[in-house]
């Protein structure tokens, strides 16, 4: 595979500029893999034609393209700012490049252009994309906006642990955030373009689907699984569908670019018998592209019909390993025109799928596709769902924290039926652009929809189908390790190289237990000024505790009692209730603003709380007074969180 050492070099280069600064790191490659190359030119007429049979090309093709992904990646590596630069920024100006809609309000990504100083003066920017907050503004994709600007450096969240939210963020390039009220945002115009003009189409059909006569749940999965919109979704569907295996399903990906191709090849069947197969895979090619531009032209979307282009122009060309080379040369195009995508798990999930597919699929199939075509396509199927599975899991895991139990028979029992249902989303989306709402259809939408939400439901058990664990990056890389060394095996049908993989594949399981880090048992008192709540950590799992407003309650944890102040009880009820937990090792206080007495005389047993917090929604002056009036008392233990920030406690 000619792409395979260009692809592995770009990615080390990529890699590596990622955290290297300046551009000296890559030419310093790039010019060794020039002289080494200029050397062995000297030894051979044609080099070129060479390199596949001489060891020594690969060395200055590696030299070569990883120098080129080191000065990718730099050049188009995201700026950071010190403390005294972003002191002096006031305002912003620049084009939105997406949009999200939330309850609170609205996230939009804005690719800046200047920035403006306290001084007035303009400084032009490059890579510099931010998030831009507000309570709700009408703004699209393409609109030249102004607004004043705090910018301030993206963190994970404190009243977590941690998530590496920041961290990926930083990798798509974002680092900086700010809040702007809507009526202070200025519109400067907007461009035009290819990107601008999807989505706008997109809108369109969007807003059709939403005046429509289906159910309100059904408009959110559409329009979330046709154009990966989840702003419509419920959080409670949002987790069913995780938890059952089959988010993938709402995310636009290579699945639904494969669906397409797939129904577009199946209409044009005919065209086979008269010669005309290889004019059919170029208008399925021609109808992902149009799908991807009415679906908005996410960045996805659009890597994923880059795969497919690049896959289907090799089966075109009907030659061994092509497809395999194919998605090479299609993943290489993607690094070097964004080199942050190498970061991006879309990619990464993408890439592996397909490849799982090229490598077992066809080689595991037992079936003749000539004899049996039917029993063949069946199989495959079947092996498509299981490779997928496979190759994937141990990513999903890494990322997501989570293995889902019952993906393969989710996916078994819904993948067969999924183009069904989005020919008839399409059909059914493309009627409303025309101003016909077809009943027929609305109501297979509706009943399909609803027997799969339900299927979802119990299928998943309300989140007992998944294993909240993550995996560490060497059971990732020995997992993938020992099914690229499978896959070859296969191809080649060497018995050493399948003995090797499957003690790849042994050694990664029995590495799980001892790489994992479990994070302690604990909570996090929050931040927060709208509630009372707590984060609480147990066996691995995340929940979140929120404590009635304007009442006085409790919780237990193991050895930790946590109680909640948020009124002024009666000494007996307090009393009551403390002596109903006395033998409970840790206890602890916390207080809200329904407490809005001067001091704490009125609480008996003080000095029995380990640590008494004073919540983010107490009024300052009633804060400060109770800290006054615990330093009198020698009470040491108050601690503030408007202050200090959330504070951890460790069962």
Known sequence: MPFLIPLLALAAGILLGSSL??????????????????????????PLKAFK???????????????????????????????????RVVAAEGEVRQGKSYASGDCLTVEVSRLIDSLGNSLPCRNLNLLLNTDGVSANTGDMLLFPAILEEIKDNPNRRPTGYADRLAREGINYHTYVNSDAIRFKGKRNGVRNASSRHRDQLVSALEYSSLDRQTIGFLTALLFGDRSFLTSETISTLSNSGVAHMISLSGMHIAIIMGLVMLLLYPLKFIGLHKSRLWMAIAAIWAYAYFSGLAPST???CVMATFVAGAFSLQRKNATGNALLAATFMILLLNPSAIFDVGLQLSFLCVASVIAFV?????????????????????????????????????????????????????????????????????????????????????????LFLNAGEMIAGNGASTIPHKVELPVVFTWLGGLVLAGYALRRKKRSLSLSSAALLAASLILIPFTSRKDPDGLIFQKNYNEISMAVYENGVESIKTFPRNALSCMQKKDCVVFSLDCIPSKEEFTEMFEKYADIKNRYLIIGSGFNQKGLSNLPLCDFFDKIILHSSLGRKTEQTLKQYAENENLTSVYSLRESGPFEVLF
């Open 21 to 46: 600064d300046g551009d000296l790191w890559g030419m310093l490659p790039v010019i060794a893999g020039l002289l080494y190359y200029l050397l062995l030119l000297k030894r051979s007429s044609s």
């Open 53 to 87: 049979l001489n060891s020594r090309h690969s060395i200055w093709m590696l030299l070569l393209f990883s120098g080129i992904g080191m000065l990718d990646s730099s050049f188009q590596k995201a700026p950071r700012f010190d403390n005294d630069f972003l002191q």
């Open 302 to 304: 659009v890597r994923a």
């Open 362 to 450: 066809n080689p595991l199939n037992p079936v003749n596709h000539r004899r049996r075509p039917k029993t063949y396509n069946l199989i495959s199927a079947l092996l498509l769902s299981m490779t997928t599975s496979v190759g994937t899991w141990p990513v999903v895991s890494y990322y997501f924290q989570k293995i889902p139990l019952l993906f393969l028979p989710m996916n078994l029992a819904f993948l067969p039926v999924l183009p069904a249902y989005m020919t008839g989303g399409l059909l059914y989306t493309l009627l409303l652009s025309f101003g016909i709402d077809s009943e027929l259809l609305r109501s297979l939408l509706d009943g399909g929809y609803s």
